[in-house]
């Protein structure tokens, strides 16, 4: 049976979200159908206030709703530590694990197959902010995958002509896991057991 145009649009919508397949998607805006107009106009105010008041932090790409973002701003931290990571929500991880240095989000990680390359992500910024100078530690906490590790040398890689000290999280990171997946504790390990990362020979 052939929905009605809207109901078929937001089936075809909630299904671009990652997890989402058809039957959730279905299920999702059935539940909608039958929810007062209040709480519909909550979740799409919701979902346009983060179009309009979230934004990618200039200097260190971590989402936020100023610029520069808290973090950045915070002239309490550590500013001569740049902790990496993939994603934004990998910051949220690390914050729980106690860091106190900055941060820099790549955006996403190296994988050739999905043709997602170094210069796709936003490693030239991170150069830019070390070129500035006053950061003496560049320590890398990409996943630890195989993904995660090339992008790591990439970045190693990007930063060899630069005095700076170049350092990968331990291992207390399950291999082949996710940095957003793992607890606090085993990141603060991962954290305090970070080695030099050597350079490329
Ligand atoms: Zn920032």
Redesign the pocket.
């Known amino acids: 049976m052939a929905y009605p145009a809207s109901v078929t649009r937001l089936i075809e919508a909630l299904k671009q979200l990652p997890g989402v397949g058809t039957r959730t998607a279905e299920r999702l805006t059935f539940h909608l159908l039958r929810a007062p107009e209040t709480e519909l106009r909550e979740l799409s105010d919701a979902i346009l206030a983060l179009a309009e008041s979230v934004h990618a932090?200039?200097?260190?790409?971590?989402l936020?709703e100023c610029?520069?973002?808290p973090?950045?701003?915070d002239t309490s931290r550590e500013t001569t530590r740049i902790l990496v990571v993939e994603q934004p929500r990998d910051v949220a991880a690390f914050e729980d694990a106690g860091w106190r240095g900055?941060?820099h989000v790549l955006l996403g990680h190296v994988n050739p197959l999905e043709g997602i390359e170094a210069r796709d992500l936003t490693i030239a910024d991170l150069v830019a902010r070390v070129t500035e100078g006053g950061v003496r530690e560049v320590v890398l906490a990409t996943d630890p995958d195989y993904e995660g590790d090339a992008t790591a040398l990439h970045v190693r890689r990007a930063l060899s002509a630069l005095d700076v000290s170049v350092t990968r999280i331990a291992r207390g990171v399950a291999s082949g896991s996710a940095i957003e997946y793992s607890n606090a504790a085993m990141l603060a390990d991962s954290l305090s057991g970070r080695s030099k990362m050597d350079g490329p020979s």
């Open positions: 932090c200039s200097r260190c790409h971590n936020a610029d520069p973002c973090i950045c701003a900055l941060y």
